[in-house]
């Protein structure tokens, strides 16, 4: 089972951080996004020094997750000599910092400021190019030691981060239930661990119950429990049930549609609105698919093709040709994924269920 060591979740969490992070060392490298570190630096600063952890390295210049940043942040760590690394921020930092500590052979760890990833439990990082194209998912040797979701954080965030969130963790369930069929070993050779189809279930339970509570208590400025369930979700759950099986035609179905250069929308926008589609693709009972339609609609994600842009038919094609074909997600369905039953998939999405 890939996990982090130790996930720490609620409100002050991130107070924790030095007494947790001391049995690795007493020199901290510290990196992340200007407006995480803006956010959580005061804290991050006072639990290490409260704890006589010295920062050696403080770089707040994270933009995005590229060769180039991690060979600069390497550079900068080793001539610090920090005795581990922490990242802090959104997917693109802390991704970032899990690469950097690899490299300098020292434990990482990782400390969320929004809810729309899942990157700072997971043991993968994806690479982009200097203009942000995606490159490769990197899957790193060990998961982080550490992960803090100061819930009190990231609850004071944009509430479109936590929306982003559910909607990729929408598709966990069913692609880990795909991906489990087809009983293949994962890329570094290990089983998909039946707890980890138990996490997928609670996490799409959990996003069913309280994601539009969450999300409406956020507007309102409220940090309720449903709030705190949806982050343990997004965070915890989606993240470990993804890594301990795998994706499948929903981020395939993603990946083709983005690469037409015809669709707009956030990564978890258009994973919901094709998560919608892999249920239908899979004949799953009607009553289950209108479910989640209408959970969409409630909290905001795309259930129609015309909120993610209104693709042409033939951007849809090749979007089809793609995630059938070419991405390496198609293998995870138990049954061949066909550019025409693709299709049709999307063209009964769009009539309504
Ligand atoms: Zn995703």
Same mark, same amino acid.
């Given at each position: ?16 951080? %030095? ?5 690795? %060392? &007493? ?23 409260? $704890? ?19 060979? #600069? ?7 610090? /000599? ?12 802390? &991704? ?15 400390? %969320?400021?929004?809810?729309?990833? $899942? ?13 942000? /194209? ?13 992960? =803090?979701? &100061? ?35 994962? #890329? ?29 208590? *956020?507007? $309102? ?27 499948? *035609? ?41 479910? =989640? ?7 905001? *994600? ?13 951007? *849809? ?10 991405? #390496?997600?198609? /293998? ?5 994924? #066909? ?6 998939? =999307? ?7």
């Amino acid at each position: 089972m890939v996990t982090p060591s130790l996930y720490l979740q609620g409100k002050g969490a991130i107070y924790h951080l %030095g007494q947790k992070a001391l049995p690795f %060392g &007493d020199k901290a490298f510290v990196v992340g996004g200007r407006t995480a570190l803006s956010i959580a630096g005061d804290r991050v600063r006072k639990s290490l020094d409260s $704890n006589g952890i010295e920062v050696v390295g403080w770089k707040d210049d994270i933009k995005d997750c590229t060769h180039a940043t991690i060979n #600069r942040l390497v550079e900068d760590g080793k001539r610090c /000599k920090g005795h581990f690394v922490v990242g802090v921020g959104g997917g693109r930092a802390v &991704d970032t910092a899990k690469v950097v500590a690899w490299k300098m052979k020292v434990p990482a760890m990782t400390i %969320g400021t929004q809810c729309a990833t $899942n990157a700072d439990a997971s043991i993968e990082s994806i690479i982009y190019t200097e203009d942000h /194209k995606f490159l490769e998912d990197l899957v790193l040797p060990r998961s982080p030691v550490l992960v =803090i979701e &100061d819930t009190e954080i990231i609850s004071k965030a944009p509430f479109k981060y936590m929306v982003w969130g559910m909607g990729d963790a929408l598709a966990t369930k069913f692609e880990s239930e795909a991906y489990a069929k087809t009983r293949q070993k994962k #890329r570094d050779g290990v089983w998909p661990t039946a707890s980890a189809l138990a996490l997928a279930d609670g996490c799409f339970k959990s996003l069913m119950e309280h994601g539009f509570k969450a999300i409406t208590d *956020l507007k $309102n400025g409220i940090h309720s429990l449903d709030v705190d369930d949806v982050i343990e979700a997004v965070k915890l759950s989606s993240a470990l049930a993804f890594e301990n099986t795998d994706c499948a *035609l929903a981020h395939a179905l993603h990946n083709g549609l983005t690469k037409t250069g015809q669709v707009k929308g956030e990564h978890g926008e258009i994973v919901a609105y094709a998560t919608i589609v892999q249920t239908v693709f899979e004949k799953r009972p009607k009553d289950e698919i209108r479910q =989640i339609v209408e959970w969409c609609e409630k909290v905001g *994600l795309p259930t129609k093709l015309k909120a993610i842009g209104e693709p042409s038919k033939a951007a *849809l094609r090749q979007a089809a040709e793609w995630a059938c074909d070419k991405d #390496r997600n198609a /293998k995870n369905m138990p049954v061949k994924m #066909r550019v025409g039953d693709l299709l049709e998939a =999307i063209e009964q999405v769009e009539h309504g269920i």
